[in-house]
């Protein structure tokens, strides 16, 4: 149960388990990734975060978007949620009046990862020592726009009131991180399958 002052994070394996019946939305966006892995991939982490929504909320599952494009429940604003995928993993942050931002990314050969730092992230931040602190600090500043709601178009904005990024343990061929809006909450995590 979602109670107030709890974030909960689901881990969701995207290459096992059954899937559900994609919406149609769901079903037209799929239609549109040429790869059929990465379609699979898609529609599985799309019909778990269903699946979660529906565990915290009686509420229709009735999804709409705020100015910034954010995804959210219609019916059920007080639930506010965030969905994050990389590789063969998921993540589902959700938390209850507060927003939240997740971002996972699978650590892999990245040659020009000093100049993509270099034009994405925030002025005064340090560069890199290596790929994996590349990652590192991408999820974390990703999480951040993401619960702003801003996404990458956000590059650049000066994000108002107070926020807090975390790490989350994603195990070794991942980072990821978490990021709320106010004081960082507790945080639950899940496996999902």
């Given at each position: 149960?979602l ?14 388990g ?6 149609a939305e769901?079903a037209?966006?799929?239609?549109r990734?040429?790869i ?30 705020h100015?910034?494009g ?6 059920a ?7 994050a995928?990389?590789g ?11 927003e ?29 020592k290596d790929?994996?602190?590349?990652f ?9 726009l ?5 996404g990458?178009?956000?590059v650049?904005?000066s ?24 004081p960082?909450?507790?945080?639950r995590?899940h496996?999902?399958?």
């Amino acid at each position: 149960m979602l109670k107030p002052g709890e974030i909960h994070i689901w881990r969701v394996r995207l290459n096992r388990g059954t899937v559900l019946e994609p919406t149609a939305e769901e079903a037209a966006h799929g239609a549109r990734i040429g790869i059929p892995l990465l379609r699979r991939r898609y529609l599985r982490s799309h019909a778990a975060l269903r699946t979660i929504l529906g565990t915290v909320t009686a509420a229709p599952l009735e999804f709409a978007t705020h100015e910034r494009g954010k995804p959210c429940l219609a019916r059920a604003p007080e639930i506010r949620f965030n969905l994050a995928r990389s590789g063969d993993l998921a993540l589902v942050a959700v938390a209850r009046d507060v927003e939240v931002g997740v971002d996972i990314e699978r650590i892999r050969p990245l040659p020009d990862y000093a100049a993509i730092a270099q034009r994405y992230f925030p002025a005064g931040s340090p560069m890199p020592k290596d790929i994996r602190d590349f990652f590192r600090h991408w999820t974390r500043f990703e999480a951040l726009l993401k619960a702003h709601g801003a996404g990458l178009y956000g590059v650049g904005e000066s994000l108002p009131g107070e926020w807090n990024v975390t790490r989350l343990d994603s195990g070794r061929r991942y980072t990821a991180a978490l990021a709320v809006e106010g004081p960082l909450l507790a945080i639950r995590i899940h496996e999902y399958n």
